[in-house]
């Protein structure tokens, strides 16, 4: 090898690592333009999640029990429900959601926060019609399969019974969450 050789391949090398230096640093720069952009939009899509699962309260207070954060809602000043956000695993990975639950303890609304289930299967835990399952009930829930579900009792979704577990399980540990806040 001689010295031409070389100096192709250094300045090979030093153009590559500049064109790798000016990419990383746009990157950068576009994150850090964005990134407050984006947490704006996450904290309004997340009080926007709370008023619907609770629709009951004005505004929400950020509490913690044992290391685990709610919120108070109230309306007026006085407690109206609490929201939960609790996670468990689904069929495509982790099914989260948020859940409303009134003073009394009865399920005031869910939303889903993120799901990554099989498209028209696991991914109809996502309508209203699935979801409406559980409000106005105090739980705890199971999942049943046949077309009479009674009291706390959730119709599995067809060819998704696993997703229709993690939903109320998630559910599920929302409302022990309450009971929990409740006698503290």
Do not use: H, W
Not at 9 to 22: D, E, G, P, R
Not at 63 to 80: H, I, R
Not at 86 to 115: F, H, N, P, Q, W
């Amino acid at each position: 090898m001689n010295k031409s050789d070389v100096f192709k391949i250094l300045k090979t090398a030093l153009s590559l690592f500049l064109i790798c230096a000016v990419a990383a640093g746009i990157l950068a720069f576009i994150n850090s333009v964005t990134s407050p952009i984006i947490e704006t939009n996450d904290q309004k899509a997340a009080d926007e999640s709370r008023l619907q699962v609770l629709p009951e309260a004005k505004e929400f207070q950020l509490k913690e029990n044992e290391g685990k954060a709610y919120y108070e809602g109230l309306s007026d000043g006085n407690t109206v429900g609490f929201v939960f956000t609790t996670e468990s695993a689904g069929y495509g990975g982790a099914v989260r959601i948020m859940t409303g639950i009134d003073s009394e303890g009865k399920v005031t609304g869910i939303s889903i926060l993120s799901i990554n289930e099989t498209p028209g299967l696991g991914m109809n835990a996502k309508k209203n019609s699935f979801l409406s399952q559980y409000v106005g009930s105090e739980g705890p829930f199971t999942v049943i399969k046949n077309d009479k579900p009674e009291e706390n009792e959730i119709l599995a979704i067809t060819s998704a019974t696993i997703t229709t577990n993690a939903v109320t399980k998630a559910v599920n540990e929302a409302k022990a969450l309450f009971e929990e806040v409740k006698e503290g």
